[in-house]
């Protein structure tokens, strides 16, 4: 067993339950960890033996395209989409973080995150 982790991954977006944070945006962070098995492509060296890390960064970057209201939301489509075209997900994990979310007070961040 192995874990592929892609880490700060940056967006900017326009997710958020209010009106002006889907016009004016934000920045955020995305992570995903994949739990998968790694012995054959330990060996092999070969690309096809694993999963393809970048393609899972272009799954991550079609769905922050897709303005939600909820970080939950947008976490379980990415997860959706990671376990439909990546074989060989043992378990996955995504956390979708808002940077400076507007509150009342100094923070900074918020996150979800969500296992399968």
Not at 62 to 81: G, N, P, Q, W
Not at 90 to 100: I, Q
């Amino acid at each position: 067993m192995g874990r592929i982790r892609i880490e700060d991954m940056e967006f900017y977006a326009f997710h958020g339950h209010y009106r002006e944070e889907q016009i004016v945006g934000n920045h955020f962070l995305v992570d995903v960890t994949i739990d998968t098995d790694t012995v054959r492509a330990g060996e092999s060296d070969d690309l096809k033996d694993t999963i393809n890390y970048q393609k899972a960064y272009l799954i991550v970057k079609k769905e922050m395209e897709v303005k939600s209201h909820l970080l939950e939301h947008i976490a379980k489509r990415i997860l959706d989409k990671l376990y439909a075209e990546l074989p060989g997900i043992e378990k996955a994990t995504v956390r979708v973080s808002k940077m400076n979310p507007v509150m009342g007070g100094r923070i900074g961040r918020v996150s979800v995150e969500i296992s399968r």
